[in-house]
């Protein structure tokens, strides 16, 4: 159930016109009254003898108590209370309850004898809208301070109640809803979002892994969106606002929002925290240096996992602060990476970014500088440009979003100890659109690894069984009975023949982080030997060339978790 308070008007009968109208696009079907004050006021919907024009004069019969001079000007409230698309129908017994607690809850009409006067109107299944006129019987104004967060407590006690889909509570970090005209507007252009919403999520990808002014707004113009800048008359850029080149007004203008409208974290001085950890305040050459080869789609897709890695491990043993910074900074990584993916995996990368975007804030402030591998992992992502969805590219994203998949389930834990409830509940979210995307991705390089490992021989393939019954003995069998053992046991083969101990790489693979719910624990040390023990993704393709990967500040090392509390966390 979602109420929202909508802005305060000055015109009574203007929103009884809309109330009782047909709506913007024919959508209001038998607009009528649930409930009223007393219980009696007239409803023009239902009744041939009622006029809007009665309705709008009984609700605003207090304000004649008052002086003109003394009349508010906007003493018109409207709240809207909306249930979720697969909830039941309530019937207008149960709406009209709905409304009577929601006035009292607000402080509207707290039950006192004066309160306000009220009308609550129902035009469609699934919400209704309650108008007020801001001033009580007795002729004060009424005690509606933060109406809206009353409303949303009470919302939450009517879900529980009457058994309706229960919406996790906000803490007042979330990025501000489009609004209704919004929507409609969005539905008319044929737009899968909003301008808002395609706004938020342009200049999201604009910041990921910047490092100056310079190079944020370059991002913005080369994106395509209309840029203004604020600027004092010192000449200090105090902010900016963006606009869609084809969204405009009733004049025909473009329409502007501002970034702190898009979202909290997208005001100018906030992201300008998010740099203030770098080393200078330069402009930052896109390609390190002039001595440096540019960064490749799979070298940089391949240090994004060891970044990952490191931040897990601070999830694990840091400091909220840290965890905070790491997390807000990973939503760069993500959006940097549905900026680059290939075709095939775009869609569920830009969902999870989407919705990760929502576990990337809280009120647990970010200490800045444990954040700075991860935003240089997502600037290597951007500026090493669109992956192919083969070879090198394909693989070591694949390799990314298996290790994604655990760092925004390490994310949505930890949100979930702190009670951040929406925070976790879009990270959970954002987990499954990885999900969906690594199946995407990886079956093409697993497959073939699949192959070479049935076609070991059979002395090549007892060998491998002893190294895993060696390494992990409590989760051998469950392995050893899954489709993708045989590509672990071609990554083992491939492990020896590097050099490497397969037994002992493998109990360390193991020992990283807990299997127990692993969709799949095979896939997921295949991809973690592979990085381990810098083995090319793409065993059949062409070698990738990596360079050492970026490393986070990591917290003092602790002894490793015992599998139970391992098992705690979710994979």
């Known amino acids: ?67 003109p001079d003394q009349r508010p000007e906007k003493h018109v409230w409207h709240l809207s209370v909306r249930n979720a698309a697969e909830d039941r129908i309530l019937s207008d017994e149960e709406w009209g309850d709905i409304a009577r607690r929601m006035v009292a809850a607000t402080g509207i009409d707290p039950g006192d004898g004066a309160g306000c006067r009220w009308a609550a109107v129902r035009h469609a299944d699934d919400h209704i809208h309650i108008i007020a006129t801001l001033v009580r019987e007795d002729g004060r104004r009424p005690n509606h301070h933060r109406s809206g967060k009353r409303a949303q407590a009470e919302a939450r006690l009517l ?9 996790n509570p906000g803490d007042g970090t979330a990025a501000k809803r489009p609004t209704s005209a919004e929507r409609h507007k969005a539905e008319r252009q044929g737009r899968e979002r909003t301008a808002r919403e395609e706004l938020r999520e342009t200049v999201r990808r604009a910041v990921a892994g910047v490092q100056s002014e310079g190079e944020f707004f370059d991002r913005l113009t080369a994106a395509g969106v209309l840029v203004e ?3 004092a008359p010192s000449g200090d850029l105090l902010g900016y606002k963006v606009a869609l080149t084809d969204d405009l007004n009733k004049d025909g203008e473009p329409v502007f929002y501002p970034g702190s409208k898009l979202a909290p974290d997208l005001s100018l001085p906030r992201i300008r925290e998010r740099w203030s950890g770098d080393a200078a305040g330069r402009e930052p050459d896109p390609d390190r240096s002039a001595d440096s080869p540019r960064v490749t789609p799979s070298t940089a897709r391949r240090q994004a996992t060891s970044a990952s890695w490191q931040a897990v491990l601070i999830i694990d043993q840091g400091d909220d602060g840290q965890i905070s910074a790491v997390i807000a900074a990973y939503g760069e990584v993500l959006d940097a990476l549905a900026k680059t993916s290939a075709a095939h995996t775009r869609r569920e990368l830009r969902e999870a970014a989407w919705a990760f975007e929502r576990a990337s804030r809280s009120h647990i402030r970010a200490e800045r500088g444990h ?36 760092f925004v389930l390490a994310a949505a834990h930890w949100h979930g100890k702190k009670e951040h409830a929406q925070q976790a509940a879009a990270a959970r979210q954002a987990a499954e659109h990885l999900r969906a995307a690594y199946q995407t991705a990886a079956p093409m390089y697993l497959g073939p690894m699949h ?12 060998k491998q069984t002893a190294y895993l019954r060696r390494a992990v003995p409590e ?3 469950q392995v050893l009975a899954e489709p993708g053992w045989y590509a672990l046991a071609a ?9 490497h101990d397969p037994a002992a790489l493998l109990a360390d693979a193991a020992e990283r982080r807990e299997l127990d719910t692993a969709e799949s624990i095979s896939d997921v040390l295949v991809w973690r030997l592979r ?14 060339h990596t360079t050492t990967a970026p490393t986070a500040t990591r917290p003092p090392a602790k002894r490793p978790a015992n599998r139970k509390e391992r098992s705690a966390k979710s994979r």
């Open 451 to 462: 192959q070479r490992g049935r076609n070991l021989s059979q002395p090549l393939q007892r």
């Open 491 to 499: 990554t083992l083969a491939d492990v020896e023949h590097a050099g």
């Open 531 to 544: 990085r381990m023990a810098d083995l090319p993704a793409d065993p059949s393709g062409a070698p990738e």
């Open 229 to 231: 800048k604020r600027v």
């Open 1 to 67: 159930m979602i109420p929202q308070v909508h802005k305060q008007g000055s015109e009574t009968l203007f929103l009884l016109n809309y109330l009782y109208g047909k709506g913007t696009r024919e959508e209001h079907i038998d607009p009528h009254l649930v409930a009223s004050f007393d219980g009696m006021a007239p409803d023009p919907g239902r009744d041939p003898g009622a006029t809007k024009r009665d309705l709008q004069q009984l609700l605003d019969q207090p304000l004649q108590l008052l002086d």
């Open 475 to 477: 989760l051998a069998e």
């Open 159 to 167: 879900e529980v109640e009457y058994g309706l889909q229960q919406v």
């Open 371 to 406: 954040d700075r591998a991860l935003r240089q992992a997502a600037r290597d992502l951007v500026h090493g440009g669109p992956a192919l969805g083969r070879g090198p590219d394909g693989a070591t994203t694949a390799m990314l979003i298996d290790m994604a998949i655990f």
